[in-house]
């Protein structure tokens, strides 16, 4: 027999990444005076909400945890689902955006200094609007993996649109508004696609709800379900930066502060690398010919990626081209479209996000320590700042994929699962594999040279000590990278099960719309109670 009090406490999770941010969004908006409030508030909203999602990590493993919006059951109301995906991706971006909300109070941002501007601390910034922008940032992501509506899903990109426009263009200089002009540009022409295809979704099979959407597009004609899919694809592919739709990525990410850059490199691509998970392994599962194209793009972003990022001076805008190359090996995981190979790529997710956003908060405290990002503008920066060349090492050989690192494991993963296919293309993206992984090791062992071993340029000032307060979020990130190696076994493990309930499909849909039961009559048990109905 089922605790219901027991799941009533576990489903009260469910929301609390979603509601919590917002609320304290609000909170810090009203209180934008006091500065220290603010923190506070911050850090224990989010604090809470990883803790949260841990919660919702451990509770899903024994099955979905679905909470109906307004009481509201499906197809009608919008599902919050809590399933092995949704969570350990909530998790990990959780720990992500703690450490830079902590890394950002440490530089003064929210403060309203930053060291790009003005010399190193003159430049300033809108005070009041980081924190409420951060939250609502941070409750956009979580809506987006927990949502069971493609319409919802729209809604948390849109939120993620407002958020990041915002937090890109802080400080108001010519180069962020640029960067922020275009970025806005891409976004919105992937959201009018976005909600094009849900139009049409919603005309072909009368639901947008994702779990009656699996029952109901195997049922209609063939060449209308591709052409949806093709236009869904088309939509996330520009949110993931997958090539050919990701030359406005490396010129938008670098302009931003340290932190900001670092939140949209672990986190905004793999909102949309998500959402081509779900939606492929739940609603358009066994399609051989798109898997196929999906081989070949990701083969291309791996490679164009890499080959931008060997061509680079500048160590962020080398790494926002590596972080386009990786978006290929977690989009090859999904073209395999096998549970192992799906497995890899939530593995590959997990590790990304980790280890892109420390490798960017650590090249701010390059920037900060050196005064510059560019490699022929730094040197010597091991005899000046050792544990700055330990922080940067550790993350960059994860990132290059040397064992016995996490990045190791999940290439391993996905180029044993594409050896086991043995097809063409999957040939080709093995050695693609292992050409992108030579060269990322190349790119990032150049910079480290550069930057920390040659001789430092004359007339460089170098008279800053790192604060602490921008190390220890910089090193928790860096050890939660290494924590995710020590603890790869049992990780792999849970990305193994998630990857078996999301090719299934069946463990989803009677999660949210069990036929038969109170849930799926799109009528809310508390109404029909108050009516008198059965």
């Known amino acids: 027999m089922i605790d219901t009090a027991a799941l009533w406490s576990v489903q009260t999770l469910v929301p609390l990444p979603v509601l919590l941010p917002l609320f304290a969004a609000g909170l810090t908006l009203a209180l934008h005076r006091y500065a220290n409030v603010q923190r506070v508030i911050s850090v224990t909203a989010l604090s809470v909400t990883t803790a949260s999602s841990a919660g919702l990590m451990a509770a899903a493993d024994n099955g979905p945890v679905v909470v109906d919006v307004g009481g509201w059951a499906a197809p009608v109301g919008i599902a919050l689902v809590a399933d092995r995906l949704s969570a350990l991706t909530l998790t990990v971006s959780g720990v992500m955006l703690l450490c830079v909300l902590l890394y950002s109070l440490g530089q003064g941002i929210p403060e309203g200094e930053d060291p790009r501007e003005g010399g190193r601390f003159g430049g300033t910034i809108p005070v009041a609007i980081f924190h409420p922008t951060y939250l609502v940032l941070a409750a956009g992501v979580a809506n987006a993996f927990l949502t069971g509506d493609l319409f919802n899903l729209y809604v948390g990109f849109e939120i993620l649109l407002a958020a990041s426009a915002v937090l890109l263009t802080l400080g108001g200089t010519a180069e962020r508004v640029r960067a922020g002009s ?195 503008r730094l040197g010597g920066l091991a005899r000046l700042a050792p544990v700055l060349a330990v922080l940067f090492f550790v993350p960059a050989m994860n990132l290059a994929g040397i064992p016995p690192f996490s990045g190791f494991l999940g290439k391993v993963g996905l180029i044993t699962e594409g050896v086991r296919d043995g097809s063409g293309l999957a040939w080709a993206l093995v050695v693609g594999s292992v050409v992108t992984s030579l060269l990322t090791l190349y790119a990032v062992v150049k910079a480290w040279n550069k930057a920390f071993w040659q001789e430092a340029p004359s007339g460089v000032a170098r008279d800053l000590a790192l604060p602490r307060s921008l190390v220890l979020p910089a090193g928790a990130l860096v050890a939660f990278g290494l924590a995710l190696t020590v603890v790869a076994g049992p990780l792999y493990g849970y990305a193994e099960r998630a990857a078996r309930t999301s090719m299934d499909g069946f463990t989803y849909v009677n999660a949210v719309y069990p036929g038969g039961s109170e849930r799926g009559t799109g009528e809310s048990v508390e109404v029909s109670e108050d009516e008198g109905q059965p």
């Open 182 to 376: 275009v970025y806005i540009v891409v976004t919105l022409m992937s959201s009018l696609l976005f909600l094009t295809a849900i139009a049409l979704i919603y005309a072909a099979t009368g639901t947008v709800n994702m779990a009656q959407l699996a029952e109901r597009l195997p049922d209609i004609d063939p060449t209308v379900r591709l052409a949806l899919q093709a236009l869904l694809l088309l939509a996330f592919a520009i949110k993931a930066a997958i090539f050919p739709l990701a030359a406005w990525l490396p010129d938008s990410y670098p302009t931003a502060p340290a932190p900001v850059t670092a939140v949209f490199a672990g986190l905004l691509t793999k909102v949309g690398v998500y959402s081509i998970l779900r939606t492929q392994t739940l609603l358009f599962p066994d399609d051989d010919a798109v898997d196929r194209v999906l081989m070949a793009l990701a083969l291309a972003t791996m490679l164009v990626g890499i080959l931008g990022a060997v061509a680079q001076n500048d160590v962020k805008r080398l790494l926002s081209f590596t972080l386009v190359s990786h978006i290929g090996y977690m989009i090859f995981g999904v073209a395999l479209a096998s549970e192992a190979g799906t497995a890899a790529a939530i593995f590959y997710v997990v590790h990304h996000i980790s280890v892109q956003t420390a490798l960017f908060l650590v090249v701010g405290l390059v920037e900060w320590r050196g005064g510059s990002t560019s490699l022929d």
